[in-house]
């Protein structure tokens, strides 16, 4: 499980398992025309001053407060009479509730006994495809020039006061945190602010040549503290609350994609229902309800007011997610927009505000609430801006944007922080230099992240201090690093362990310069390091985010005997700069040591073999690669990727220089890769990756491409997962990795499984490749042989003219966590010890 989401969970945990309980009022029931007695959906359901619910398409609702003082419950619909009822609080009520046609002024309101809903003559659906039909002029991309100025804010807050908590020993210090709560917004709830982030910036839009650029003036945020990555957290929160354009037919919220009410196949997914009809400013318009046809799919529902002056437009749209959808931790989803009519007759939006609250279960007393607002002031229309403007790049963050002072926030705020908001910089900057919330932060990365800091020196990773494997039976490690309390420019990093099979120490040592005087493990990266190791590896291993050594790794099927032991000495700089473009260039000598099953056997003219002790290389490197618009969230140990629309390319070269420091091989390696994820609506995503490599050169197959296999019991997704360790290698290949992620669109129309909210997930690798003659060991008797088993059998080939391929079928989401694959080997079934199936698993994170 990566950083980020340990974190998430951690912090929902820390909110909901300690709560305070509360007396809850609980109110549910249907509503339905008293006349025909169908059900009524979309009626307004709520405490008398306080927010509420909206029945469901069947009329059904569910409310509940924890206020006692809330004990009158209003029902409200546009063309009927509003009924309210006195309950007693602190009870489990059922209301059934039969609503009365009211007569409006001006409005004819026509109710019949529904039949089977249908689209077609159906003038709600007719509405939808005429504001369709006008979607691309009602953008903003429509006009040549836009220009306007954004406001946007995020906060966090834990729902409901954790008083039981933080009467525990641990967090008694912490009790000054009570005192800032606000129980206004959300009725029945008391709000604890702990993370606040606002940014002002000028928006400048150009149609023709294409240009969006934003000029950040200003920035200011909660600091949580050294032991959280404080950027990640801001780039994770801006990819899960992203912009909402409610014209575009699908919207990124929590990594999903949800299918607009008014996209292009609305009507497909969505039912339809005029609801009223009112004027405003001498405009006529229409209030639509919509609902999803599944409601656990991922879908709104709620209602819009679309204009009847010919435009069509947007003029206000409220929005939500339906409690069955198949989304996890996320128990209210709420959207709001609202639209202004410019001098030219059209709408632009002017706020948008999202609200989500998280929690481990539906029942939960509290969680987490976060809160998106972006608001809109200023619009200036088709009057181009100077031309040096548009020009550079898209993103020009001003200098000390983060060092105004409070009078430039007072005046250039489009709406002013609450009492409670405002107070929420000032406990958090408290919070973060206490000596007990230092403490108990250290501990939590310990448990979390496996590092414990000891000022100038963290040690870790602890899941690498014990394994085992073959070859050095019990291993034991210990290291760690040091940070920047030591200093900002120079780092060092290092680590000894012993194999109580092997008998001998392994050890690391690293140095780096950071040129940029910011931490090495911080965006945007500028260093020089220098490194030596000795230690175990098996041939063509390449993990992600994670530890080679880590213990839960040490576990594998089959025959896992195939290792090496490295000594390796080498210096690397990296640089990143402009739209997340690095590149690296390095030295890398390095001497391989065969162990295990693995012997480097080269024939003799007369027959027979000499065993060779060791190869030695030494390579030259450049690497480049380009991921426009990357998120990420920096851990301990990896950079850990926030995937978006946009692909990720990476290419490099390696040259292997012969009489250079020993190196004993001439030969040249390009390899190059993309990554895309694709978005398929309703349909899920797909995750997909060609990676494609060729060595020039005579050389023997260990440095040739050893192509990634997976003897673990864990999935993992860059690597083959019924291939075993070392048991192909090409000097010529591509590959094709395709992972298909159904999001639940089959499980959610099976009723018995739809409740499980499990999610479907589909894969197919393809490897293809070949060697050529004078470096295969089958033409050219004077290369290294391939290794063999204890009857003299090879376990290690080539790809000979027929691609290697798996697929497998998979559920995920089960409890929320955990995804199961079955996986089917699909081709080179004669080779000796392949598995055919296998069941792996994996802990998967997701909303």
Same mark, same amino acid.
């Given at each position: 499980?990566?950083?980020?989401?340990?974190?998430?969970?951690?912090?929902?945990?820390?909110?909901?398992?300690?709560?305070q309980?509360?007396p809850?009022?609980?109110?549910?029931?249907?509503?339905?025309?008293?006349?025909?007695?169908?059900?009524?959906?979309?009626?307004?359901?709520?405490?008398?001053g306080?927010? =509420?619910?909206?029945?469901?398409e069947?009329?059904?609702?569910?409310?509940?407060?924890t206020?006692?003082?809330?004990?009158?419950?209003?029902?409200?619909?546009?063309?009927?009479?509003?009924?309210?009822?006195?309950?007693?609080?602190?009870?489990?009520?059922?209301?059934?509730?039969?609503?009365?046609?009211?007569?409006?002024?001006?409005?004819t309101?026509?109710?019949?006994?529904?039949?089977? *809903?249908?689209?077609?003559?159906?003038?709600?659906?007719?509405?939808?495809?005429?504001?369709?039909?006008?979607?691309?002029?009602?953008?903003?991309?429509?006009?040549?020039?836009?220009?306007?100025?954004?406001?946007?804010?995020?906060?966090?807050?834990?729902?409901?006061?954790?008083?039981?908590?933080?009467?525990?020993k641990l967090?008694?210090?912490?009790?000054?945190?009570?005192?800032?709560?606000?129980?206004?917004?959300?009725?029945?709830?008391a709000?604890?602010?702990?993370?606040?982030?606002?940014?002002?910036?000028?928006?400048?839009?150009?149609?023709d040549?294409?240009?969006?650029?934003?000029?950040?003036?200003?920035?200011?945020?909660?600091?949580?503290?050294?032991?959280?990555?404080?950027?990640?957290?801001?780039?994770?929160?801006?990819?899960?609350?992203?912009?909402?354009?409610?014209?575009? &037919?699908?919207?990124?919220?929590?990594?999903?994609?949800?299918?607009?009410?008014?996209?292009?196949?609305?009507?497909?997914?969505?039912?339809?229902?005029?609801?009223?009809?009112?004027?405003?400013?001498?405009?006529?318009?229409?209030?639509?309800?919509?609902?999803?046809?599944?409601?656990? #799919?991922?879908?709104?529902?709620?209602?819009?007011?679309?204009?009847?002056?010919?435009?069509?437009?947007?003029?206000?749209?409220? %929005?939500?997610?339906?409690?069955?959808?198949? !989304?996890?931790?996320?128990?209210?989803?709420?959207?709001?927009?609202?639209f202004?009519r410019?001098?030219?007759?059209?709408?632009?939006?002017? %706020?948008?505000?999202?609200?989500?609250?998280?929690?481990?279960?539906?029942?939960?007393?509290?969680?987490?609430?976060?809160?998106?607002?972006?608001?809109?002031? &200023?619009?200036?229309?088709?009057?181009?801006?100077?031309?040096?403007?548009?020009?550079?790049? #898209?993103?020009?963050?001003?200098?000390?944007?983060?060092?105004?002072?409070?009078?430039?926030?007072?005046?250039?705020?489009?709406?002013?922080?609450?009492?409670?908001?405002s107070?929420?910089?000032?406990?958090?900057?408290?919070?973060?230099?206490?000596?007990?919330y230092?403490?108990?932060?250290?501990?939590?990365?310990?448990?979390?992240?496996?590092?414990?800091?000891f000022?100038?020196?963290?040690?870790?990773?602890?899941?690498?201090?014990?394994?085992?494997?073959?070859?050095?039976?019990?291993?034991?490690?210990a290291?760690?690093?040091?940070?920047? /309390?030591?200093?900002?420019?120079?780092?060092?990093?290092?680590?000894?362990?012993?194999?109580?099979?092997?008998?001998?120490w392994?050890?690391?040592?690293?140095?780096?310069?950071?040129f940029?005087?910011?931490?090495?493990?911080?965006?945007?990266?500028? *260093?020089?390091?220098?490194?030596?190791? *000795?230690?175990?590896?098996?041939? =063509?291993?390449?993990?992600?985010?994670?530890?080679?050594?880590?213990?839960?790794?040490?576990?594998?099927r089959?025959?896992?005997n195939?290792?090496?032991?490295?000594?390796?000495?080498?210096?690397?700089?990296?640089?990143?700069?402009g739209? &997340?473009?690095?590149?690296?260039?390095?030295? /890398?000598?390095?001497?391989?040591?065969?162990?295990?099953?693995?012997?480097?056997?080269?024939? /003799?003219?007369?027959?027979?073999?000499?065993?060779?002790?060791?190869?030695?290389?030494?390579?030259?490197?450049?690497?480049?690669?380009?991921?426009?618009?990357?998120?990420?969230?920096?851990?301990?140990?990896?950079?850990?990727?926030?995937?978006?629309?946009?692909?990720?390319?990476?290419?490099?070269?390696?040259?292997?220089?012969?009489?250079?420091?020993?190196?004993?091989y001439?030969?040249?390696?390009?390899?190059?890769?993309?990554?895309?994820?694709?978005?398929l609506?309703?349909?899920?995503?797909?995750?997909?990756?060609?990676?494609?490599?060729?060595?020039?050169?005579?050389?023997?197959?260990?440095?040739l491409?050893?192509?990634?296999?997976?003897?673990?019991?864990?999935?993992?997704?860059y690597?083959?997962? %019924?291939?075993?360790? %070392?048991?192909?290698?090409?000097?010529?290949?591509?590959?094709v990795?395709?992972?298909?992620?159904?999001?639940?669109?089959?499980?959610?129309?099976?009723?018995?499984?739809?409740?499980?909210? !499990?999610?479907?997930?589909?894969?197919?690798?393809?490897?293809?490749?070949?060697?050529?003659?004078?470096?295969?060991?089958?033409?050219?008797?004077?290369?290294?042989?391939?290794p063999?088993?204890? !009857?003299?059998?090879?376990?290690?080939?080539?790809?000979?003219?027929?691609?290697?391929?798996?697929?497998?079928?998979?559920?995920?989401n089960?409890?929320?966590?955990?995804?199961? #694959?079955?996986?089917?080997?699909?081709?080179?079934?004669?080779?000796?010890?392949v598995?055919?199936?296998?069941?792996?698993?994996?802990?998967?994170?997701?909303?």
């Amino acid at each position: 499980m990566r950083l980020k989401e340990v974190w998430f969970l951690f912090l929902l945990a820390f909110t909901t398992t300690l709560l305070q309980a509360q007396p809850v009022t609980t109110v549910t029931g249907v509503i339905r025309d008293a006349s025909t007695g169908s059900p009524l959906p979309f009626v307004s359901v709520y405490f008398k001053g306080a927010k =509420g619910v909206i029945s469901g398409e069947n009329g059904s609702y569910s409310l509940s407060t924890t206020n006692p003082k809330l004990t009158v419950i209003t029902f409200s619909y546009g063309g009927y009479k509003t009924v309210e009822r006195t309950i007693q609080s602190g009870k489990e009520h059922e209301l059934n509730i039969e609503l009365e046609l009211s007569e409006m002024s001006g409005v004819t309101v026509r109710n019949t006994k529904r039949g089977k *809903y249908s689209n077609r003559n159906n003038p709600a659906v007719d509405l939808i495809r005429l504001i369709v039909e006008h979607k691309k002029e009602n953008r903003i991309s429509a006009y040549d020039y836009v220009e306007y100025q954004q406001y946007e804010k995020m906060e966090l807050s834990l729902t409901n006061k954790p008083e039981k908590l933080l009467k525990n020993k641990l967090f008694k210090n912490f009790q000054f945190l009570l005192d800032n709560s606000d129980s206004s917004k959300i009725e029945g709830k008391a709000l604890l602010p702990i993370y606040l982030e606002e940014e002002l910036s000028q928006k400048y839009f150009r149609k023709d040549p294409s240009k969006e650029k934003t000029y950040v003036l200003a920035k200011k945020k909660v600091n949580l503290g050294e032991f959280i990555d404080n950027d990640g957290i801001s780039r994770y929160l801006s990819s899960m609350y992203a912009d909402i354009d409610i014209y575009q &037919n699908n919207i990124g919220i929590l990594g999903n994609q949800f299918l607009s009410p008014i996209a292009d196949g609305a009507p497909t997914f969505y039912r339809f229902y005029i609801r009223d009809t009112v004027e405003l400013d001498g405009i006529k318009l229409i209030q639509l309800a919509f609902t999803p046809r599944n409601l656990n #799919d991922l879908l709104f529902r709620g209602s819009l007011f679309v204009t009847l002056d010919g435009n069509y437009a947007v003029q206000k749209i409220s %929005m939500a997610v339906s409690k069955n959808a198949n !989304l996890n931790w996320s128990r209210e989803l709420r959207i709001n927009q609202d639209f202004e009519r410019g001098p030219d007759g059209r709408y632009h939006v002017i %706020m948008s505000n999202m609200l989500s609250e998280f929690a481990l279960s539906k029942k939960a007393d509290g969680g987490i609430l976060g809160e998106r607002t972006v608001s809109f002031k &200023n619009f200036t229309i088709n009057q181009p801006a100077a031309d040096s403007v548009y020009q550079g790049r #898209d993103l020009i963050v001003a200098k000390n944007t983060t060092q105004l002072n409070d009078s430039f926030w007072l005046t250039n705020r489009h709406k002013p922080l609450s009492e409670t908001e405002s107070t929420v910089y000032t406990n958090m900057d408290s919070l973060v230099k206490m000596k007990s919330y230092r403490r108990l932060m250290d501990w939590a990365t310990l448990l979390l992240a496996g590092y414990k800091s000891f000022g100038i020196y963290e040690v870790g990773p602890v899941n690498a201090f014990y394994s085992f494997n073959p070859v050095e039976g019990f291993r034991l490690r210990a290291g760690g690093r040091t940070t920047t /309390k030591l200093s900002p420019n120079l780092y060092f990093e290092n680590y000894v362990a012993y194999g109580f099979k092997d008998k001998k120490w392994k050890y690391y040592l690293s140095g780096t310069y950071s040129f940029n005087h910011k931490s090495i493990y911080s965006f945007p990266l500028n *260093y020089l390091r220098l490194s030596y190791q *000795y230690d175990t590896k098996i041939p =063509g291993q390449e993990l992600q985010f994670v530890a080679e050594d880590n213990f839960l790794l040490s576990f594998k099927r089959g025959d896992n005997n195939k290792w090496l032991y490295n000594r390796i000495a080498r210096a690397d700089y990296v640089r990143e700069f402009g739209k &997340n473009i690095s590149y690296e260039f390095g030295f /890398k000598r390095w001497e391989q040591i065969p162990a295990g099953n693995i012997i480097y056997d080269q024939p /003799k003219p007369g027959g027979g073999f000499d065993t060779i002790p060791s190869l030695t290389t030494s390579e030259l490197s450049a690497e480049i690669r380009w991921a426009p618009n990357e998120q990420f969230y920096q851990g301990k140990n990896y950079r850990i990727p926030i995937f978006n629309k946009y692909p990720i390319f990476r290419a490099r070269f390696i040259a292997g220089v012969k009489g250079m420091l020993g190196g004993q091989y001439n030969y040249q390696n390009i390899t190059t890769s993309a990554f895309k994820r694709f978005y398929l609506s309703q349909f899920g995503f797909a995750d997909v990756v060609v990676e494609g490599g060729y060595t020039f050169g005579k050389v023997p197959y260990p440095l040739l491409n050893i192509h990634r296999a997976n003897q673990s019991y864990s999935y993992q997704f860059y690597s083959f997962n %019924m291939m075993n360790f %070392m048991e192909f290698v090409s000097d010529r290949y591509v590959s094709v990795n395709t992972e298909y992620y159904f999001n639940g669109f089959i499980f959610n129309k099976i009723p018995l499984l739809k409740k499980l909210k !499990l999610r479907e997930v589909a894969s197919f690798k393809f490897l293809y490749g070949g060697m050529r003659d004078e470096n295969d060991p089958k033409s050219n008797p004077n290369t290294l042989r391939f290794p063999t088993d204890d !009857l003299g059998n090879p376990t290690t080939f080539t790809l000979d003219g027929k691609p290697y391929m798996e697929a497998s079928v998979g559920i995920g989401n089960i409890f929320k966590l955990l995804r199961l #694959d079955v996986v089917r080997r699909l081709s080179y079934m004669e080779h000796p010890d392949v598995p055919k199936w296998g069941i792996r698993g994996r802990v998967r994170f997701e909303f």
